[in-house]
């Protein structure tokens, strides 16, 4: 695609739910990121995966967060147990190849809001 | 400490002056330096990238970095009211570490017309 998409823009859900947010790369970028802003504050590293497989799952808070690539292209990341504190905006980041100096794509992020 | 540091701001300046903008990092094993600009609602967005000492222009932006003294800044020429956004610092590790990148809180700047 012509940039990185991610769905949905907004979810709200009520604490202790689960959640999906999915994230679509730009077309033949290999390397995929999450990042995690809050209000006020810069985008916080969650995890990066180079093809389908992560390669840095070292900003995962905890065990109730999860992400997958399968097919090396699109990506979920998935909260199990949601707690309020969750509620920020989720942004999803592509690179070409993963290289320490690419440029990242982000996306226009997921709102979510935990009630 | 946090590892990216920037002053919150806000940072205010007449149309037509020079913004600067200021960015000190902890790792000294940083190899690449970028800065977003992010409006109020949107996703980041790449503006000016910097792995070398010195400056970097690019239109009416320059990067400079200096690693002795783990800074880096931006400044922006000829300031638009459109240059009114937060602006992120963003450090990388390293080769290691590829494109993960450790972000500042940004410093939000307003150009009043």
């Known amino acids: 695609g012509a940039g990185v998409s991610q769905t949905p823009s907004n979810k709200v859900t009520e604490k202790g739910k689960y959640v999906e947010l999915r994230c679509d790369p730009i077309s033949g970028h290999t390397a995929l990121y999450w990042y995690r802003q809050s209000l006020g504050q810069g985008p916080e590293f969650l995890i990066y995966f180079q093809g389908t497989g992560a390669a840095d799952d070292s900003g995962l808070p905890n065990d109730r967060f999860f992400a997958v690539r399968p097919e090396g292209s699109v990506s979920t990341l998935k909260i199990q147990r949601t707690e309020r504190g969750d509620s920020a905006v989720y942004l999803c980041?592509?690179?070409?190849?993963?290289?320490?100096?690419?440029?990242?794509?982000f996306g226009s992020g997921t709102q979510l809001s935990v009630l | 400490q946090k590892e990216v540091e920037q002053n919150s701001g806000p940072l205010s300046v007449p149309e037509g002056a020079i913004a600067s903008l200021n960015c000190t990092y902890s790792d000294r094993g940083s190899q690449s330096f970028f800065w977003y600009r992010q409006y109020s609602g949107k996703s980041p967005e790449l503006i000016m990238f910097i792995y070398s000492n010195g400056d970097k222009e690019d239109g009416r932006f320059t990067a400079q970095l200096n690693k002795a003294s783990q800074y880096v800044s931006l400044l922006i020429r000829d300031s638009q009211p459109s240059d009114s956004a937060t602006y992120l610092c963003?450090?990388?590790?390293?080769?290691?570490?590829?494109?993960?990148?450790?972000f500042g809180d940004g410093t939000t700047l307003t150009v009043k017309p």
């Open positions: 980041a592509s690179s070409l190849n993963g290289g320490a100096n690419e440029k990242l794509f």
């Open positions: 963003a450090v990388n590790a390293g080769a290691t570490n590829a494109g993960k990148s450790t």
